[in-house]
């Protein structure tokens, strides 16, 4: 009875407590629940726990020690076992078992898991049940006998009792099932004193997979606790060294890994892109964006820290204590100092209820095609009947590549799910190769959002294809390291400072008038002059200042415009009509002010300025000179056309 409710005059019966995942028979309720998520289809899929989402089918047997080292107090237990007993309980709630009582052993092939518990450290093992269960209920109350059932072994303990027990279920077993895992796990506070001469070489031959807990009474590890688990390690190295108050959340929780023999995931390890199960559950993600965005299933965004909006993340999402008769403390009011909570109105401390999560996505809680088409980011799945939220589903390229999870498919026309934002290192990234032996990603670090592993747009084999790569980025390198290559070409940087800072690639930032400004390789950098008249794509400008100092400089070739209405749109050109040396007639010349070398010719020269708008900057003339009566070509100042074709200019004679 809730009396507080009652005292209100509300509904005091029963009391409010977190729903089980297994309580959910269908796909949309399991994934309205954080903690949740749907495994399977639609009609034969079961809502599990998201620590055991794919757990395989498989069978637990549990050893509980049961001597008096174990039956007193362990860290804030009063009596160890018994503590124990409490925490398998509320795991077993977690689980996703098979729903099978003890004695039905055809399970072959059927999802979840069953488990066996039995008190040992004497010459006999013991339980209520002689076969697996994985009855909720039955579990629960195989749990309720080994609570008054406790057969004291002493202060001495046998483990040798414990893997004859396994060997010989598993050997009956095997023959069944040969299909199931086969785990055993040992949890103990003492020192197997039969550890000189285990044999576990039938539970080997069985494929038995053994893990043993050591618990340590104090939160330290001491050397009396590391000679326990150096000495229980004779049984596996499978070992974990824990408090009691870890028997699941340090130990048990492993289960999954240990189904897999994924030592990867071993200790609640983080998901990442080298263990990542794209069909996974979301929590599983964390706060890993890259993996996170990339499933359907999920979404990186705002999640409560706290499971009740009373709660308070500042203060391990306890309630704030009442202060009756004034005005109740909120989370704002309250710190922990020292393990001890400060309480005051005066206090008004940052709280963040919310923290970027990965967590299930709105569209999987639709139960049927209605309510998922009312959602303009989600999809139904018509061979899953599931309702998905959309990933890469964009039609055009620009949308696509905006979308850092997502990569265009130009022979295809269609956006898919890029195959290398998920790897966050440039090890990893430059280390991913395709199955002809070419460098599938590339480290990006022309992003405006910091280094990134991406997609290389170069991966072909030979010049001709390179070239014409639809991107437009890529370019046939014969000089590389490992031989002729189609790479990315350098300096496609969207700043100007990530542009600049690129020595190593000799980058510039290109402003010109009428276009984005942009980043390149640098042309016409030379110094020496002679290198810079053999590029036709430079120009040599020369003069002598007023004291007699010659200079010289070397500069990409301008004005090669080929229409009036260009040429004289650029301040730095000029339209000679009179050429009869081309055809149509007419040429476009570079003006006087653009042919002076540097900022000491150019500030000698009234009618000139030094332009630092354009990168490179460069002598331009002023506007003044441009358009007034001085000796400088007056030109109008349309707007540039684009579009026309454009062929070099030859100097002025």
């Known amino acids: 009875m809730d009396t507080q409710k009652l005292a209100n005059g509300e509904s005091y019966q029963g009391v409010c407590m977190t729903r089980p995942c297994w309580n959910s028979s269908t796909s949309c309720d399991c994934m309205r629940h954080k903690d949740c998520f749907w495994f399977g289809d639609n009609v034969n899929g079961q809502c599990r726990n998201n620590q055991y989402y794919n757990i395989p089918p498989t069978d637990l047997i549990i050893f509980l020690d049961a001597s008096s080292n174990m039956n007193k107090r362990l860290g804030r237990y009063p009596n160890g076992y018994i503590g124990a007993l409490g925490l398998l309980q509320n795991w077993i709630d977690t689980l996703p078992l098979t729903g099978t009582k003890s004695g039905n052993n055809n399970v072959d092939g059927q999802a979840g898991m069953r488990l066996m518990i039995y008190q040992f450290c004497?010459?006999?093992?013991?339980?209520?049940?002689?076969?697996?269960?994985?009855?909720?209920?039955?579990?629960?109350?195989?749990?309720?006998?080994?609570?008054?059932?406790?057969?004291?072994?002493?202060?001495?303990?046998?483990?040798?009792?414990?893997?004859?027990?396994?060997?010989?279920?598993?050997?009956?077993?095997?023959?069944?099932?040969?299909?199931?895992?086969?785990?055993?796990?040992?949890?103990?506070?003492?020192?197997?004193?039969?550890?000189?001469?285990?044999?576990?070489?039938?539970?080997a031959a069985l494929e038995a997979r053994l893990y043993v807990a050591t618990i340590r009474p104090v939160p330290d590890v001491t050397q009396a606790s590391s000679t326990m688990l150096e000495n229980n390690a004779k049984l596996t190295d499978n070992t974990y060294n824990i408090q009691i108050t870890e028997v699941v959340s340090a130990y048990l929780n492993n289960v999954r890994a240990w189904a897999f023999n994924n030592k990867a995931q071993y200790h609640n390890e983080p998901v990442t892109f080298l263990n990542d199960d794209i069909t996974g559950a979301c929590s599983m993600f964390q706060n890993n964006s890259l993996l996170c965005n990339r499933d359907e299933s999920c979404l990186y965004q705002p999640t409560r820290v706290c499971r009740h909006p009373t709660q308070c993340p500042n203060?391990?999402?306890?309630?704030?204590?009442?202060?009756?008769?004034?005005?109740?403390?909120?989370?704002?009011?309250?710190?922990?100092?020292?393990?001890?909570?400060?309480?005051?109105?005066?206090?008004?401390?940052?709280?963040?209820?919310?923290?970027?999560?990965?967590?299930?996505?709105?569209?999987?809680?639709?139960?049927?095609?209605?309510?998922?088409?009312?959602?303009?980011?989600?999809?139904?799945?018509?061979?899953?009947?599931?309702?998905?939220?959309?990933?890469?589903?964009?039609?055009?390229?620009?949308?696509?590549?905006?979308d850092w999870a997502c990569a265009w498919n130009a022979n295809k026309s269609t956006c898919r799910l890029n195959l290398c934002t998920d790897i966050p290192d440039s090890g990893n990234c430059t280390a991913k190769q395709s199955a002809g032996g070419l460098s599938q990603c590339l480290w990006d670090l022309t992003t405006l959002i910091g280094p990134k592993c991406k997609e290389n747009p170069c991966m072909y084999p030979d010049p001709k294809s390179c070239i014409k790569a639809p991107s437009g980025e890529c370019m046939w390198d014969p000089n590389a390291q490992d031989g002729a290559v189609c790479r990315r070409k350098s300096c496609l940087y969207d700043t100007e400072n990530s542009c600049i800072a690129d020595d190593v690639n000799n980058c510039e930032w290109v402003i010109q008038p009428y276009?984005?400004?942009?980043?390149?390789?640098?042309?016409?950098?030379?110094?020496?002059?002679?290198?810079?008249?053999?590029?036709?794509?430079?120009?040599?400008?020369?003069?002598?200042?007023?004291?007699?100092?010659?200079?010289?400089?070397?500069?990409?070739?301008?004005?090669?415009?080929?229409?009036?209405?260009?040429?004289?749109?650029?301040?730095?050109?000029?339209?000679?009509?009179?050429?009869?040396?081309?055809?149509?007639?007419?040429?476009?010349?570079?003006?006087?002010?653009?042919?002076?070398?540097?900022?000491?010719?150019?500030g000698e020269n009234p009618a000139c300025m030094w332009d630092f708008t354009r990168a490179p900057s460069m002598c331009t003339i002023t506007d003044c000179a441009r358009f007034g009566g001085t000796q400088s070509v007056r030109r109008d100042a349309r707007p540039v056309q684009v579009g026309h074709e454009r062929l070099r200019a030859e100097d002025v004679p």
């Not at 049927?368 to 964009?394: E, H």
């Not at 430079?538 to 200079?551: H, K, Q, Y």
Request: charged share 20%; proline share 5%.
């Open 315 to 402: 203060l391990g999402c306890q309630e704030p204590e009442p202060s009756a008769p004034y005005k109740p403390y909120r989370c704002e009011n309250c710190i922990t100092i020292n393990t001890r909570v400060r309480r005051s109105y005066f206090f008004n401390l940052p709280v963040f209820y919310n923290q970027p999560y990965c967590s299930n996505s709105v569209c999987t809680s639709y139960c049927d095609q209605a309510g998922c088409n009312t959602n303009p980011d989600c999809y139904w799945n018509f061979d899953k009947n599931y309702c998905y939220r959309k990933v890469c589903n964009y039609t055009d390229p620009t949308s696509c590549k905006e």
């Open 515 to 602: 276009i984005q400004p942009f980043c390149r390789q640098a042309l016409c950098a030379y110094t020496n002059m002679s290198l810079c008249a053999a590029d036709n794509r430079c120009r040599v400008l020369r003069g002598t200042d007023s004291i007699g100092t010659a200079w010289s400089a070397c500069r990409e070739q301008l004005c090669s415009y080929n229409s009036s209405i260009d040429c004289n749109a650029d301040k730095n050109c000029y339209w000679n009509a009179t050429d009869l040396t081309v055809t149509p007639q007419g040429t476009c010349y570079e003006a006087p002010c653009a042919k002076l070398p540097n900022e000491v010719l150019c």
């Open 122 to 203: 004497g010459r006999s093992v013991y339980s209520s049940v002689t076969q697996m269960s994985g009855d909720r209920l039955e579990l629960l109350s195989i749990l309720q006998w080994h609570e008054t059932n406790r057969r004291s072994t002493g202060s001495s303990c046998l483990a040798q009792p414990a893997v004859k027990a396994a060997a010989d279920m598993y050997q009956l077993l095997t023959g069944i099932n040969p299909n199931r895992k086969r785990l055993a796990a040992w949890i103990s506070n003492s020192e197997f004193s039969d550890s000189s001469s285990l044999r576990v070489g039938g539970l």
